[in-house]
């Protein structure tokens, strides 16, 4: 089974507006993370914004929030005012074992192409 | 300064060459990574090096091989590839367990 699902292949979205990407996840575990990455067709994986599991508020980094619903296992990326710039590949991924030495395993999801239309 | 840097961005290299792909990071991070990703799928781990050692291999073929020279340096050595290992290869460091920083990566062909 999938332990990410991102079930949108590809989104479009109007310039200046907001847009929400999908993520669902599967684990048993009670502690973990989940990141968000914006992946430009240059190739580098830019990190945009984390939420612990344990985190009682949803994370906002500038116009980018996670919507984490944890009882419906979701995280939810949500783009405010989208740029042409926002244009790229995003990865929803969680991080489930943390060993306590700084290293930990990522799981990606299969991502989502977004386009933004001026 | 949150970069990782790798070297070189793009490499072409035959089934018989020896190649090294180099990354660095300065940030203190104790934790560093290799991913491969193959187009259109998302990177899958390689290898991760924790305080310089060899902590997770996820059953990477031996022609692939990791080195950790020190804390700021990580290298994966190539030899006897096949065409299929034509991927992006992605190296990241972290610290603690909320962020991991990735480097551009480096688009291998194996001709």
């Known amino acids: 089974a999938q332990k990410i699902t991102q079930t949108q292949p590809g989104m479009f979205v109007q310039e200046k507006e907001a847009v929400t990407l999908d993520c669902t996840y599967d684990?048993?575990?009670?502690?973990?993370?989940l990141f968000w990455y914006k992946q430009p067709s240059s190739g580098e994986m830019i990190f945009l914004i984390y939420?612990?599991?344990?985190?009682?508020q949803n994370a906002t980094e500038g116009r980018y929030s996670l919507n984490f619903q944890k009882a419906r296992k979701s995280a939810n990326l949500v783009i405010s005012a989208s740029q042409l710039g926002d244009s790229a590949m995003y990865f929803c991924a969680m991080r489930e074992t943390y060993s306590g030495a700084g290293s930990y395993q990522l799981t990606f999801g299969k991502g989502t192409k977004l386009s933004v239309i001026p | 300064d949150t970069e990782v840097t790798q070297t070189p961005k793009h490499l072409v290299m035959g089934m018989t060459n020896k190649k090294s792909l180099k990354c660095e990071q300065h940030m203190g991070h104790r934790a560093m990574y290799w991913y491969k990703q193959k187009a259109k799928k998302p990177p899958e781990l390689m290898f991760v090096?924790?305080?310089?050692?060899?902590?997770i291999n996820e059953s990477v073929p031996s022609r692939f091989s990791p080195e950790c020279p020190n804390s700021s340096l990580l290298n994966l050595h190539l030899h006897a590839l096949q065409p299929e290992d034509s991927a992006l290869y992605l190296c990241?460091?972290?610290?603690?367990?909320?962020?991991?920083?990735f480097g551009q990566g480096t688009r291998l062909t194996v001709v």
């Open positions: 090096y924790s305080y310089e050692k060899l902590s």
């Open positions: 990241a460091s972290s610290q603690d367990d909320t962020e991991a920083f």
């Open positions: 684990t048993s575990d009670p502690s973990y993370g």
């Open positions: 939420q612990g599991s344990y985190d009682q």
